[in-house]
């Protein structure tokens, strides 16, 4: 077999590598919480469903536009209106299947051999497999404990140079669960005026997902970089979606009609009604939405206090996404091997903090889109398998 050698350079998300491994313990009869995979555990708000289903029935199972409806794109830029509080323009809008797209396609057309990409590490691992893939170097913008987890705009700024091309931004951020302070935002963005070459990748796909004071907010809002910022978001965590495949971006005006032919030449379009019911997501009642942030700020309050019951761990309370992200040192283990070892001795998936690069290691990423009961039984046996003799 002679693979592309491009595909040596292409990573992957150890997160569904866990899934897969717990399936496969499961089958052979372990009883496994999974506490590894970010995907909400809600059922998608019945509305949608029923949305996604009259669709089909009224005979939405041809071609959209690349871009996607019309309709569907005017409903998300009133969404942005109303959440965001910034005008955006339906054109510049264009639908993809979940959020990955959006990344996958800014990464193609702007980064390239010779060039660099700034990434969040500990981040998001599609990042750094991307970049890699496009040939670009991915330059790390390390996460800091000490600092909530949130970035040092000078320290990312230093990093710019006349090979950056694109910087990635994820707040609220899987793993850590950071959520980007207004002020630190502000100064990135006073620093980025004075390289007008560079893109910025906003990654918001938890904006809806912040807890107890903090507040998101967006890089879309700063007129002075407005034209060169890739907004990425999408239904799979707001709207529990994960399975429907359904995202967006919104492009700078120079950019949109390749993001559109990268879409062409790939999907095509999203699933047109997997359109229709994304449509009554947005402009449907929200109160599940509500419901389902509220499940989740009282899962993060419990994760938070039973990890850090836990010998060896602590854990700062992560404001935003569903992740609770420990520092897990004082086991005397490494990441990897005490994620093996929860999963296969303790029946507990999690994922390695260097799963999300290298700057993870040291801690444990545990995802809080489980019920409170699997939760507190996944913490109670973790507690038990790590006590001192
Ligand atoms: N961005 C971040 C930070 C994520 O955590 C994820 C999913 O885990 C995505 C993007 C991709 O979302 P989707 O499943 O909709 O492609």
Avoid at 18 to 27: D, T, W, Y
Avoid at 264 to 276: E, H, K
Wanted: charged share 25%; net charge neutral.
């Amino acid at each position: 077999m002679h693979l592309a050698q491009r595909m040596s350079r292409l990573g992957t998300e150890t997160a569904f590598d866990v899934l897969a491994r717990a399936k496969a313990l499961e089958a052979a009869g372990r009883d496994i919480i999974n506490l590894g995979i970010g995907s909400p555990d809600f059922r998608t708000p019945e509305n949608i469903v029923e949305a996604g289903c009259k669709a089909l029935r009224d005979g939405h199972h041809f071609y959209t536009p690349a871009k996607g409806m019309r309709e569907l794109r005017e409903a998300v830029a009133e969404d942005i209106l109303a959440r965001r509080g910034v005008k955006v323009d339906p054109e510049l809008v264009m639908i993809v299947p979940g959020g990955k797209p959006t990344l996958f396609f800014a990464l193609l057309m702007l980064a390239d051999v010779g060039t660099e990409v700034l990434h969040p590490n500990p981040g998001f691992p599609i990042y750094e497999s991307m970049i890699l893939f496009s040939g670009a170097k991915p330059v790390p913008i390390e996460l800091r404990e000490e600092n909530g987890f949130q970035f040092d705009p000078e320290a990312v700024l230093a990093k710019v140079n006349a090979r950056t091309r694109l910087i990635i931004v994820n707040t609220p951020a899987n793993p850590t669960g950071g959520v980007i302070s207004e002020s630190a935002l502000d100064q990135l963005v006073a620093g980025l005026e004075r390289y007008p070459e560079v893109y910025i990748l906003a990654d918001e796909i938890y904006a809806r997902l912040v807890y107890g004071r903090a507040r998101h907010h967006t890089l879309l809002a700063y007129e002075s970089i407005r034209e060169r910022v890739i907004l990425l978001d999408g239904w799979s965590k707001t709207f529990s979606m994960t399975g429907w495949r359904l995202g967006y971006g919104v492009w700078p005006r120079e950019l949109i009609s390749h993001a559109e032919r990268l879409q062409i030449n790939s999907n095509s379009c999203a699933s047109a009604p997997v359109q229709v019911a994304g449509i009554e997501a947005l402009r449907g009642p929200q109160d599940s939405v509500a419901r389902m942030v509220k499940a989740f700020d009282e899962r993060r309050v419990a994760i938070v206090k039973e990890l850090n019951e836990i010998p060896g761990f602590s854990c700062v309370a992560p404001q935003g996404a569903f992740y609770a992200f420990p520092n897990v040192r004082g086991t005397g283990m490494g990441s990897k091997a005490l994620e093996k070892h929860l999963l296969e001795d303790v029946g507990v998936a999690t994922v390695s903090g260097t799963a999300f690069g290298a700057f993870g290691e040291g801690y444990l990423r545990f995802s809080y889109a489980n019920s409170l009961e699997n939760i507190r039984e996944a913490l109670r046996r973790v507690r038990g398998a790590l006590q001192p003799a």
